[in-house]
């Protein structure tokens, strides 16, 4: 589970309404459908949300979790990337995966299913999968045009590039609108296959009025080079209080988290912002997926 091109639109809908299960089942007491699976969680770079939501996920399906700690493994040591997940698929069921490097999950060996979660500025596929089922919540594939808007940083940002997939594959009749600072564009690769129409737009006050879901990310300065003046790059693209004022009724914000200034605390109690729902069914979606994975 790599990437959300591994996934079929029917393998989408089967994950999606078995996260609607364990959602509406969200008090009833925990399965044990997993007891007998171990799931491994190596995470490389600093993570609070998919890796709580990941192992809540494995709790709640009954299966047991281990933790990969990097600073105390062999790694010091100069064992390799590889030779340390052949190590850990000799104890686990299914690994849990977050690190550094674009594409580097895809040229591992491993003898358990590798579940991708987040590979340094590649892809987000499980981000992905919560966030159409969030957005899915308030907009249904088959209902009508949708306006979409990412905003920020799109080329580093892994979520946007998971999810506008995602997206592209499962609705028909949306429109893109990328707002971000120049030098921040996607990279072609995620616009090339696009089956839906996409636009860049200066700024999010030209067109928030015609939003759907307004999807914000902050700016992945850890990512840009050492030596690159990026590191002092600002988002100016925030979305404020005026301008969601201007925005439909029925639009929503989503963001994957963490956030900077790009989203202020002054919109949390507002009824368009829905990115704690969107925390929480990361459970729910994460449940589905371990589950489909492990059994
Ligand atoms: C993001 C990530 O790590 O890619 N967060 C998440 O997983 N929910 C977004 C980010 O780091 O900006």
Redesign the pocket.
């Known amino acids: 589970m790599l990437s959300v091109s591994s996934l079929t639109t029917s393998v989408v809908e089967d994950i999606l309404s078995k996260a609607d299960e364990f959602a509406s089942n969200a008090d009833a007491s925990f399965t044990s459908i997993c007891r007998d699976k171990i799931v491994g969680m190596m995470f490389l770079e600093p993570?609070t949300?998919?890796h709580k939501s990941f192992e809540c996920a494995a709790y709640k399906l009954g299966a047991k979790v281990m933790h990969y700690d990097h600073a105390s493994s062999s790694s010091v040591k100069g064992e390799s990337f590889q030779d340390t997940v052949t190590t850990m698929s000799q104890y686990v069921d299914a690994l849990v995966i977050r690190q550094p490097v674009c594409g580097a999950l895809g040229k591992l060996r491993c003898d358990v299913p590798i579940v991708n979660a987040?590979d340094g500025n590649g892809e987000?596929p499980t981000?992905a999968l919560l966030d159409l089922y969030t957005i899915r919540k308030y907009f249904p594939a088959k209902k009508g045009l949708l306006h979409i808007a990412f905003v920020g940083d799109l080329k580093n940002?892994?979520?946007i590039h998971s999810t506008l997939q995602l997206l592209d594959a499962m609705y028909e009749g949306v429109f893109f609108h990328f707002i971000c600072e120049g030098g921040l564009e996607l990279d072609e690769v995620y616009t090339r296959g696009l089956r839906n129409h996409y636009y860049y737009e200066h700024r999010l006050s030209d067109v928030i009025e015609l939003m759907d879901v307004v999807y914000m990310?902050?700016i992945?300065k850890e990512r840009f080079a050492r030596d690159d003046d990026g590191m002092n790059v600002s988002c100016d693209h925030v979305l404020t209080p005026e301008l969601v004022r201007r925005a439909k009724k029925s639009m929503i914000i989503l963001h994957?988290?963490?956030r900077n200034s790009e989203l202020p605390p002054e919109l949390d109690s507002s009824p368009h912002c829905k990115f704690v729902e969107q925390m929480k069914n990361g459970v729910y979606v994460r449940m589905a997926l371990l589950e489909w994975v492990l059994l």
Do not use: D, V
Request: proline share 13%.
């Open positions: 993570s949300r998919t987040g987000h981000q940002g892994r979520t990310t902050r992945q994957p988290l963490p």
